[in-house]
């Protein structure tokens, strides 16, 4: 009494049931078996999945743990994420990401090569009925520069007439433009030693221009973007922003016709120098290279944009007066064109010039509302603005 016991809550099995509970336990497991050894021999890709490319993605999971993994779990293998794409293998030590156009010689001691590095870039598109001019413009830079010719007319050892000539940097590619030249050997990381890039035509005369004063005067004014201040030989110049202002160092902002200008920060009044001469920091060329698009050779319409590459561009952009050039108006390239439908060879290039304008500025505005609306941003005024 008062006990609580525990009681058998299940019957008795009787021997038959045992038995079935065995033969079904056996049967069960043989079918597992089976099956388990017929299913890699399914093709994954059979099953409906039409979005999703499973075979693909199994290899490339293979192949990221094969090349990855197996350095991770290998301490006598070398990987370093944080090299450049495709260096990982490499201790860091012993990578160079960045290069130069520094002139070496083939004997001695690598060190002994030279006894100071240029710190400034210019670069000349050139033909060689040009050669003058450029004679000129090379006689007003000091050693601190390293000189690159483009030459579209393919004539380079002629240039051998000059002795700086024998120093200078000479690619050939027949009847391309500086622009595209920039995109295929200005690189930033080939060009990131120099300071300063100075990318310039070639029918500029340079009387009342010196490259040291006017580098001092860019940094005195702490500007990114530059160019000297424009005359023309013939005319005046297209924009006046561009155009050189007596009694001034620097000038930032202009007024120009009614109308071309609805927002007085931006090009062409503010923010605004040409692609006739212009003069980049190494940080601003690191952005405007990226901006340089691979088809669009003339490079029209890129100088409304150089303002997306500092900030506050109104203030980091702007033109030197008190180193001023002449702008001669040689159409000396456009002649390298050729006659179509009844037009000449300068009108077809120029032509061009105005497509790739418009081209450029559309694709631009759609990069940007593209990434505008990727982050839920109202983009109808700050296409504008920014």
């Known amino acids: 009494m008062g006990i609580i016991t525990r009681t058998h809550s299940c019957a008795k099995r009787k021997p038959s049931d045992s038995m079935r509970i065995i033969v079904i336990f056996f049967v069960g497991t043989a079918l597992g078996l089976i099956v388990g050894v017929s299913l890699p021999t399914l093709s994954i890709t059979k099953f409906n999945l039409p979005s999703i490319n499973l075979s ?7 192949e990221t743990i094969s090349s990855q993994d197996k350095f991770l779990n ?10 450049p794409r495709g260096a990982e293998r490499l201790a860091p030590g012993i990578v160079k990401a960045e290069s130069d156009f520094f002139l070496r010689k083939l004997w001695g001691l690598p060190s002994e090569d030279f006894t100071s590095k240029p710190k400034y870039l210019m670069t000349f598109t050139v033909g ?3 050669r003058m001019n450029i004679d000129a413009a090379v006689k007003k830079l ?4 390293t000189i690159v010719l483009f030459h579209y007319d393919g004539r380079t050892t002629e240039w051998d007439e000059f002795e700086w000539s024998k120093r200078a ?5 027949h009847k391309q433009t500086k622009w595209w030249y920039a995109k295929r050997f200005l690189h930033p990381d080939i060009v990131a030693p120099y300071e300063y890039i100075f990318m310039w035509d070639e029918d500029l005369g340079v009387e009342h221009f010196n490259a040291e004063e006017y580098i001092k005067l860019v940094r005195k004014h702490k500007l990114e973007i530059s160019q000297p201040g424009l005359e023309q030989s013939k005319g005046a110049p297209c924009w006046n922003m561009t155009k050189r202002r007596e ?3 620097v000038h930032k902002e202009a007024q120009e016709k009614p109308g071309k200008c609805k927002y007085p920060l931006l090009p062409p009044c503010a923010a605004f120098v040409e692609i006739m001469a212009p003069v980049f920091s190494r940080a601003a060329w690191r952005c405007v290279w990226h901006m340089i698009q691979n088809e669009f050779v003339h490079g029209w319409g890129l100088d409304f944009a150089f303002r997306k ?6 203030e980091k952009i702007g033109v030197v007066d008190a180193q001023w050039i002449v702008h001669q108006g040689v159409p000396s390239l456009g002649n390298q064109g050729e006659a179509q439908a009844g037009k000449t060879a300068w009108r077809a290039v120029k032509e061009r ?3 790739e304008w418009r081209m450029f500025q559309g694709r631009l505005t759609n990069a940007e509302r593209s990434y505008y609306k990727s982050k839920g941003i109202n983009y109808t005024n700050l296409l504008v603005h920014n």
């Open 74 to 83: 290998d301490p006598s293998k070398i990987w370093v994420p944080t090299n």
């Open 169 to 173: 940097i000479h690619i050939s590619v």
């Open 142 to 145: 000091s050693e601190n520069f």
């Open 128 to 130: 060689y009925e040009q």
């Open 309 to 314: 590459c500092v900030e506050p561009a109104h």
């Open 56 to 62: 693909c993605i199994q290899q490339k999971f293979t």
């Open 353 to 355: 010039c105005g497509m």
């Open 247 to 249: 009694g001034h160092e």
